[in-house]
Structures are given as C-alpha cells and as structure tokens.
C-alpha cells in the first residue's frame, strides 16, 4: 500500500451524540475498520481451533494406559484457552476501534504472549505425558 | 492515521484497491466453517448441543454477508452495527468454548 488511505467514504464526518455508547473520535477508514474486524476474525478461529483439538483428545485419543486424566489435563486446558482468546480477542477488537476513531496508535496486543506462553506450557505437558505413557505393545 | 480528509480518489478510481471488503467476507466464512467443525466435534457427544453449533455456523456464514450492505449506515452512524455482529460472534465462541469444557469434564467423570 503505498496510498494513505482517506476518510472519503466519510465526508460528513462525526456526528455527535448519535450513539448511546462511548463512541468518540471520528469513524475511521472502512479499511481499517475491516482489517480489525479479520484480526478479530483470526483470533477467533484460532480460539475455535484450540476447542476443536481439546474436543478431538477427549473423544479421538485413546486413553493414556497408567495415566487416567492424561487426556484431561491437555483437553481442558485448551479449551479453557478457547475461551480466554475469544474474550480477550473482543476486548481487543474493541480497544482498537477505539484507537481507530481517535487516531491515536494501536496500543500492543496482549493476545500472542498469552498464546504462546499456553501453548509452550501445553506442549511441555504432552511431551512429559508422551514419555511416561508406557509402550501400548501394539 | 487516515486523518487526511483528501477527497481524492475521485474520477471513480478504485475506492478499495486491497478488497478489504471481500477479504473481510471471506473471513467471515472461514469462521463459520470453524464453528461448522467445532459443531461436528460436539455432535459425536452431544447432539442437541451440535446442532446448535452448526445452526451457529450457517448464522456467521449470514452475518458476514449483513454487513456489506448495512455498511452504507455503519458508515454514517458509529459503526453500530459492527459492534452488535461482533458482540454477537464473541458471545457465541464463548458459550460454545464453555460447552464444549463442560463436555469435556462430564466425560469419564
């Protein structure tokens, strides 16, 4: 993008107390209004993503033989994940927006080191359980 | 930050060279396959709560067709809309990420 995208789509601007909610600042570009709306999107698959493979270790994984909760304490850990980046995804989303109207900067995400903090400790648990899990003999 | 008010692009150029509209649909429908899968996973448990789901998905697939047209008011108004569809998508992968934990805990409990 080399263009800066403009406010033509706006001409006329704020309009004053046309909302009930703390809406301040003037509508941004549709373009970044739609590039906040797809981060939200993302986010959201991917808080979808987690539930579906907490979901698929429930139901798809066999159970770990000595290890009885095995498959819970990876299962509800991401789904619990799930809905912390749904949440939080909105509340950024709406954070933004903010941001948007009034023209400030975007203030940093909080999202990618909550992710990736759950998902290196998730991953160390798998690791711990794939090694104690012993051999099946199949 | 878009606080230029140029009002170029005029001459009926290319308003939207990124198709940030049609990126943002599609968007849309990759979510509401998301909710379709989390809604087939669900289903194998729970079939009343599946359906649900999968009700859900056809509802993103719809709602992310709404705004490009409800975009015209959103424009002039605050954005209401938006808010409203993004509120109701939030809400959604909420009570379906909580479901889906408490499926998880009832089995084998």
Request: hydrophobic share 45%; aromatic share 4%.
């Given at each position: 993008?080399?263009?800066?995208?403009?406010?033509?789509?706006?001409?006329?601007g704020?309009?004053p107390?046309?909302?009930?909610?703390?809406?301040?600042?003037?509508?941004?570009?549709?373009?970044?209004?739609?590039?906040?709306?797809?981060?939200?999107?993302?986010?959201?698959?991917?808080?979808?993503?987690?539930?579906?493979?907490?979901?698929?270790?429930i139901?798809?994984?066999?159970?770990?033989?000595?290890?009885?909760?095995?498959?819970?304490?990876?299962?509800?850990?991401?789904?619990?994940?799930?809905?912390?980046?749904s949440?939080?995804?909105?509340?950024?989303?709406?954070?933004?927006?903010?941001?948007?109207?009034?023209?400030?900067p975007?203030?940093?995400?909080?999202?990618?080191?909550?992710?990736?903090?759950?998902?290196?400790?998730?991953?160390?648990?798998?690791?711990i359980?794939?090694?104690?899990?012993?051999?099946?003999?199949? | 930050?878009?606080?230029?008010?140029?009002?170029?692009?005029?001459?009926?150029?290319?308003?939207?060279?990124?198709?940030?509209?049609?990126?943002?649909q599609?968007?849309?429908?990759?979510?509401?396959?998301?909710?379709?899968?989390?809604g087939?996973?669900?289903?194998?448990?729970?079939?009343?709560?599946?359906?649900?789901?999968?009700?859900?998905s056809?509802?993103?697939?719809?709602l992310?067709?709404?705004?490009?047209?409800?975009?015209?008011?959103?424009k002039?108004?605050?954005?209401?809309?938006?808010?409203?569809?993004?509120?109701?998508?939030?809400?959604?992968?909420?009570?379906?990420?909580?479901?889906?934990?408490?499926?998880?805990?009832l089995?084998?409990?």
């Amino acid at each position: 993008m080399t263009r800066t995208p403009t406010d033509q789509d706006h001409p006329t601007g704020v309009e004053p107390g046309a909302s009930a909610h703390h809406e301040d600042g003037s509508e941004p570009d549709a373009r970044f209004t739609f590039a906040n709306e797809r981060t939200f999107l993302a986010w959201h698959r991917t808080a979808l993503a987690l539930v579906v493979a907490g979901l698929a270790i429930i139901q798809l994984l066999p159970p770990f033989p000595d290890i009885p909760w095995g498959r819970h304490l990876l299962a509800v850990p991401l789904i619990s994940l799930g809905a912390v980046v749904s949440v939080a995804s909105y509340l950024e989303w709406a954070r933004d927006q903010r941001a948007l109207r009034r023209g400030e900067p975007l203030p940093p995400s909080r999202l990618p080191r909550i992710l990736a903090a759950a998902i290196t400790g998730l991953s160390i648990i798998a690791a711990i359980l794939a090694l104690l899990a012993p051999p099946t003999g199949r | 930050m878009g606080r230029n008010r140029r009002p170029d692009n005029s001459a009926g150029g290319d308003r939207d060279p990124g198709l940030a509209r049609e990126r943002t649909q599609l968007a849309w429908s990759r979510t509401a396959i998301s909710f379709a899968a989390v809604g087939v996973a669900i289903l194998r448990t729970d079939r009343a709560a599946g359906a649900i789901v999968i009700a859900i998905s056809a509802a993103v697939w719809g709602l992310g067709r709404l705004p490009a047209h409800e975009r015209a008011e959103a424009k002039r108004g605050h954005g209401l809309t938006q808010r409203r569809t993004v509120q109701l998508i939030a809400t959604a992968t909420t009570l379906v990420s909580l479901a889906a934990l408490t499926l998880a805990l009832l089995e084998h409990a």
